[in-house]
Each structure stands twice: as C-alpha cells, then as structure tokens.
C-alpha cells in the first residue's frame, strides 16, 4: 500500500499549487483522506481533509479559502489546490488516509501516509 505526494516546488508569494496524491496497493473510496504539513523540528500540522463521497471538507483556519480538497474515488487520486501562497505555508505536505469514513483533523488517526512532498513560497 502506498501513497504517492507529488506536485510540490518553489513558488512566489501569490502563486498557486497544486498538490497530487496516488494510492496504490488498494483502494480508499471508502477512506477520509487528508493532507497535513510539516517543518523540520515540528509537529505534523493538519491542513485539510474529505470524507470518502467527498462531500465532506474540513480545513486548518490558516488555509480556508485559499486552499481546496478533492478526491476522484474512480482514479484513486487525492488533491490539494493551493492558491494564494504565502511563505508561512512552506513545509513538506503529506497526504494520508484515514482509518474509516469520516476524516480527521488528528494525525493518529490516519493509518496510511504519503512520503511528502516540498512546497517552498519565496517572499
């Protein structure tokens, strides 16, 4: 099982992102999926997370509006749309899947973790 992050760079302050995650191994149509960020020395910081029909979005209050979750069940394909940037949203961004339905704001509670991917936003 595993969970592929991709679509991280070096962006301005303004830019936008988009952020892709690819399961493999199994399917999480049924799964919360979500995404959290990390820098060095820190604890893992929740950002955004869907519920397995998607209809569903919860979001860290540093990112609502400015960033959006999404899920295509049917390619197995988690995203993060990520515009207005700012240097405070560089990290490496990490996508999991959660152990049942309902997504979470807590990093215990998901079980299955991507390998992170960096975004950098330059002043």
């Known amino acids: 099982v595993q969970l592929q992050a991709s679509g991280g760079g070096l962006v301005q302050t303004g830019d936008s992102l988009r952020l892709s995650c690819a399961a493999s191994g199994r399917r999480f149509s049924n799964n919360g999926m979500g995404w959290f960020r990390q820098l060095p020395g820190e604890e893992r910081e929740f950002v955004a997370a869907i519920s397995w029909r998607g209809d569903r979005t919860y979001y860290a209050d540093s990112v609502k509006a400015r960033f959006t979750i999404s899920r295509d069940n049917l390619k197995n394909m988690l995203y993060l749309q990520m515009n207005s940037l700012k240097p405070e949203d560089t990290a490496v961004y990490y996508c999991?899947?959660?152990?049942?339905?309902?997504?979470?704001?807590?990093?215990?509670?998901?079980?299955?973790w991507g390998q992170g991917t960096q975004v950098t936003v330059s002043s």
């Open positions: 999991a899947a959660s152990r049942g339905a309902v997504p979470s704001r807590q990093s215990p509670d998901y079980t299955y």
